[in-house]
């Protein structure tokens, strides 16, 4: 479970979020949806002990993030906008050198890496240098990093970032496969990946929550589109819908 409360983010007199507040619970996945710019990158980073809060408080599974940031990174996987991928190393080498950052005891290496390499369908790539990657499979082992250690929380920036339509889905599917027992935050200014993939949403625009509920009841009678449009609108005051551009 996450539950973060009353956070802000300044640069200087910069408000890159302010007074955020949204929970995510166990076993379901929350869109974090909102245009370039939003704060949702932030955000993310914050929760995942990355950057410091101005103000606020976020805790992860029980811990809080900013006091006992090195139990949260136990049981947090993080795959950010730009993985953190070393180009020479084979994806095989990496993923093990990643398990031991994250403390996977030595022994339990191999069979942690046989389980990520399958769920991430990586196996046939277990020997290539990351380098020599497709873009869709360097964004699995992007994510196999963030796996590797069976974290009971996921955050996702922009998973499906720069992908053709067929990793896109591929990576939809992998992202839904996922959640079960796990709390997964996936940050996107797609909206159709919320809508397929996501049982709650959290709209964040200028850096301010606009709207937190389930999915359904959000889109109840309309769309997400028109739901997506319209708190963008009444959150700066009528004019956010020119220009807003989103992915279908």
């Not at 339990?108 to 873009?135: D, G, W």
């Not at 389930?214 to 956010?240: M, P």
Request: aromatic share 6%; hydrophobic share 40%; glycine share 8%.
């Amino acid at each position: 479970m996450i539950e973060v409360s009353r956070v802000s983010k300044f640069y200087g007199d910069y408000p890159a979020v302010q007074n955020i507040s949204f929970r995510a619970q166990r076993g379901e996945i929350l869109g974090f949806l909102g245009p370039n710019g939003a704060g949702k990158s932030t955000t993310m980073r914050i929760i995942s002990s990355f950057i410091p809060a101005t103000q606020g408080t976020v805790v992860v599974e029980g811990f809080d993030v900013f006091k006992e940031s090195h139990e949260v990174r136990r049981r947090l996987g993080y795959l950010p906008e730009n993985p953190p991928l070393y180009n020479d190393m084979t994806v095989g080498d990496y993923l093990r050198f990643v398990a031991t950052i994250k403390g996977v005891t030595k022994q339990h290496i191999p069979a942690a890496l046989a389980a990520t390499l399958e769920r991430c369908s990586l196996e046939s790539v277990n020997s290539r240098l990351i380098r020599h990657l497709s873009k869709g499979y360097r964004q699995r082992v992007g994510l196999a990093q963030a796996l590797i250690h069976d974290p009971p929380v996921l955050i996702l920036d922009e998973p499906t970032l720069g992908l053709d339509p067929k990793q896109t889905i591929e990576m939809r599917r992998l992202i839904k496969d996922l959640a079960g027992d796990r709390t997964v935050i996936l940050s996107t200014h797609i909206l159709p990946e919320v809508a397929q993939i996501c049982s709650r949403l959290v709209i964040i625009n200028r850096g301010k929550v606009a709207v937190e509920s389930d999915l359904k009841e959000l889109t109840r009678g309309t769309t997400l589109e028109e739901v997506f449009i319209r708190c963008l609108s009444e959150s700066t005051g009528g004019n956010a819908a020119q220009g807003t551009h989103t992915e279908s």
